[in-house]
């Protein structure tokens, strides 16, 4: 089963433009929540995070929202730029005793800034 | 500093055959963590180390999967009679200290194992 879901495949904005990444979770026992962006044959790249006793975490360009109550989150970057583009994946980890440090990640979503 | 490498880059291996990646993390990082990712899906967890130990090796998909990390620094997964579904690119991941001190993991580029 898939815990965390990221359901759009691909998002294509204008650069300037405000781009919005959703990911969906499942699992109550979540409780910290990161964003990675990945270019094409390299590793993922951290880019925020935010923990569950927050709803907002801003750094720069990029927020990312946390929505518990419907476990939703959001990236938003503002304002988009072509070096913006690349796969974005949104993780989860577990609290508490549960929490071995291990990342659940979506099935990422790729973005496109046009110029 | 350096960040997290892998070697090799590329590996094309025959089926039935035994193979080994290697990981080395951002020096000073206690934790270590492998995982594989499926073209089209994102990274899946294998297995953590807290310093030399397996602290959660509940990814391993199987018994042909086997990882070490004899010294606390480099750590070598390995996978005897490999599988074509096996094929996937297989990441390693850092970060200073494990759970639940911090859960920024920073990635390497990453092998990709072609089992033909």
């Known amino acids: 089963d898939q815990q965390v879901k990221q359901n759009s495949p691909s998002l294509s904005v204008q650069e300037g433009r405000i781009s919005i990444l959703n990911c969906d979770y499942t699992n109550s026992m979540f409780d910290y929540f990161l964003w990675y962006k990945k270019y094409p044959a390299e590793g993922p790249t951290f880019l925020i995070s935010?923990?569950?006793?927050?709803d907002k975490n801003e750094d720069g360009r990029f927020t990312v929202f946390l929505n518990k109550s419907a476990k939703h989150l959001s990236l938003h970057i503002v304002p988009s730029q072509p070096g913006d583009s690349a796969v974005y994946f949104c993780a989860a980890s577990y609290a508490g005793s549960s929490n071995t440090g291990k990342l659940i990640f979506g099935q990422g979503t790729t973005l496109q800034v046009k110029p | 500093g350096a960040g997290v490498s892998q070697t090799p880059s590329n590996k094309v291996t025959e089926k039935g055959k035994y193979v080994e990646l290697r990981c080395d993390p951002i020096?000073?990082?206690?934790?270590l963590y492998w995982y594989r990712q499926s073209l089209g899906q994102g990274p899946e967890f294998l297995i953590y180390?807290?310093?030399?130990?397996?602290?959660?090796d509940s990814g391993l998909p199987n018994d042909r999967f086997f990882a070490v990390r004899p010294e606390g620094s480099v750590s070598t997964l390995k996978i005897q009679r490999t599988e074509r579904g096996d094929s996937a690119v297989y990441l390693c991941a850092s970060s200073l200290r494990g759970p639940p001190l911090t859960n920024e993991q920073y990635f390497g580029p990453g092998t990709r194992l072609t089992v033909t």
């Open positions: 935010i923990s569950s006793i927050k």
């Open positions: 180390f807290q310093g030399t130990g397996a602290a959660d």
């Open positions: 020096s000073g990082h206690t934790a």
